[in-house]
Structures are given as C-alpha cells and as structure tokens.
C-alpha cells in the first residue's frame, strides 16, 4: 500500500470503528417517546385530558385503574398504577357545608400552595384540589374535596395538573350531579 493510501486509510478505519462502537450505545440509551400501554382518556371513569395524563403517567408495559372499595358517593380514591407502582392518584373526600381550600390546607398544609382561577382551585409541586359544594349527594357530607396528584412528580407537574384539573373538576361534579 502506498504511503499517500495509509494516510486516508487510518481515518477511514478509526471513523468505522468510532460509529460501530457507539451506534449500539445510542440504541440503547435512547428514550422511547411515548408509553407502552394505551393512554386513558378518563381517571376510573371520570374523563380527565389524554395527552396531559400521557406526560404525567409513569413509563411502563402496564396500566392499571384501581377504584378500591368506595363509590363517588362514598369518597373515591383512584390509582393509575404502571406496572404496579403508583403513578397519578384522584381523591375525594366528603366535608361539612361551607368546607373550603383554605381549610383543606390547614389539615394538609403543602409548600408552594398557589390558588388559581380567583381561588377556585389550588396547586402545589404535585398536586391540584378542589372543593365543590354538592348537597343532598352523599350521607357524608355537603362538599366535595377533589385532588389530582402526579407521584413521581416533576418540575412540570404543577402545570400540568393546573391544567388537567378544572375540566376534570367539572367532569367530576356532572358525575356526581352536584347541583350547579
């Protein structure tokens, strides 16, 4: 081989020999945009937006919804479980008429509490809550306390769930049929 021929030859080799080594390193690191299982357009029946819950549910083969024991009358918790942990939970709880945020945060006390929506609901890093007054609904109570929270949370969640959660508020009370 002539001398001129070594030269281009070395570089040609190292290059191959570069991109053959890391191509299967970027395959693999690679992240898979997207989940492995269908997206819910609902939270256990409730409908709740699609594309917001595929950005705050877990990555992961499964998807459970799990109601647990209680109805919507009762005070329903809902788990969105991926591959059996926790992802995005929905809770409600029944209070005494007259019942607001402002009391649910002095039971609950959270860091960064903002209220949005003229006070209507409030977030903090995981989490959005409302209460909606819904008498002659339940035996347990005149008011409703509605919370969203994103488990693995981020520092996008708070506004996400802000998002998610006034159309799913309202979703909620239409359920239950709360008087407007």
Not at 3 to 29: G, H, I, N, Q, W
Not at 130 to 152: F, L, N, Q, Y
């Amino acid at each position: 081989m002539r001398t001129e021929d070594r030269r281009f030859s070395y570089p040609k080799r190292v290059l191959t020999s570069a991109l053959l080594c890391t191509l299967p390193l970027t395959a693999c690191s690679s992240s898979n945009e997207g989940l492995s299982y269908p997206t819910p357009n609902n939270i256990c029946g409730i409908p709740a937006d699609e594309e917001i819950l595929a950005t705050l549910l877990d990555d992961g083969d499964e998807l459970k919804q799990d109601t647990g024991y209680f109805s919507l009358e009762e005070g329903q918790f809902c788990h969105l479980y991926v591959d059996g942990n926790d992802s995005v939970v929905s809770d409600a709880d029944w209070n005494e008429a007259g019942y607001t945020l402002r009391d649910y945060f002095n039971v609950s006390a959270r860091e960064g509490t903002r209220y949005f929506a003229g006070g209507k609901y409030a977030s903090w890093k995981f989490g959005v809550v409302t209460v909606i007054p819904c008498p002659g609904v339940s035996e347990k109570g005149d008011a409703v306390t509605i919370a969203v929270k994103d488990i693995r949370w981020n520092e996008d969640s708070q506004s996400l769930l802000e998002k998610l959660g006034p159309p799913y508020f309202d979703a909620y009370k239409k359920k239950l049929g709360c008087p407007s």
